[in-house]
């Protein structure tokens, strides 16, 4: 499976400021993905990355708020803008190796993070 | 779109007991179903998956079943270990059949 490398592992920032989280695969990938787990809770999809293209965001995600880059088959980034501390949260990038529907889903380690 | 309802939310069982982790999904198009141990700071591991076109997997003292019909597949964990103790999601594909759609977790506890 692939090996994914998260940056940060985690951060503290102060409310109204940006954090920009990088996500990087050892291999190409179809499919990359960014996730949210707040405290104690379940993982919620934020969008799907597309490589060239503008990320597809699930309900309740805005690109204003989480701008999404993915540049080529093994890199993407996540922004949480202006932040308030209710994106608390571990941020988590996932990717799929086997193509649509196909499975082989990995997790990186996360990014926790903390906004005071 | 997809939902995936997962039960209990705890579950504490004495080590050598099974552990048994229900999900229930609402798309009856889904056609693949994972489940993933993360354990406190790390991000989710995939431990065990099963595709539609089968109704159970195992892997040494891990199972999971699956009914289509009823659409809910359960995750099986026999001679369980203090090791075990962690939060086990399961997950379904979106409609879109793209991501992966999680349920709430179920924390684990296994004494010993």
């Known amino acids: 499976s692939a090996v994914i490398s998260q940056k940060p592992s985690r951060d503290i920032c102060q409310r109204g400021t940006s954090l920009t989280i990088q996500c990087q695969v050892d291999?190409?990938?179809?499919?990359m993905f960014w996730y949210r787990q707040q405290p104690g809770q379940s993982l919620t999809l934020i969008a799907t990355?597309?490589?060239?293209?503008?990320?597809?965001?699930e309900s309740g995600f805005v690109i204003d708020k989480f701008p999404i880059s993915r540049p080529n088959l093994t890199f993407s980034t996540l922004t949480v803008s202006n932040m308030s501390p209710e994106d608390s949260s571990i941020y988590l990038c996932?990717?799929?190796?086997?193509?649509?529907?196909?499975?082989?889903?990995?997790f990186g380690s996360g990014t926790r993070l903390t906004v005071v | 779109g997809e939902n995936v309802e997962q039960h209990p939310s705890t579950l504490s069982v004495q080590e050598g007991d099974s552990a048994v982790i229900k999900c229930t999904y609402s798309?009856?198009?889904?056609?693949?179903f994972p489940w993933y141990k993360q354990e406190l700071g790390k991000g989710p591991q995939l431990i065990i998956d099963?595709?539609?076109?089968?109704g159970e997997k195992k892997d040494q003292r891990i199972a999971v079943t699956l009914n289509k019909t009823a659409k809910h597949f359960s995750l099986h964990i026999t001679e369980t270990q203090p090791e075990d103790s962690a939060v086990y999601f399961c997950?379904?594909?979106?409609?879109?059949?793209?991501?992966?759609?999680f349920g709430k977790g179920t924390t684990l506890s296994v004494s010993s």
């Open positions: 996932s990717v799929s190796t086997l193509g649509r529907g196909t499975g082989g889903y990995t």
């Open positions: 291999s190409q990938v179809t499919m």
């Open positions: 990355a597309n490589q060239g293209s503008e990320a597809t965001y």
């Open positions: 798309d009856s198009a889904s056609n693949y």
């Open positions: 099963i595709r539609s076109n089968v």
């Open positions: 997950a379904a594909l979106n409609q879109a059949g793209t991501a992966l759609i």
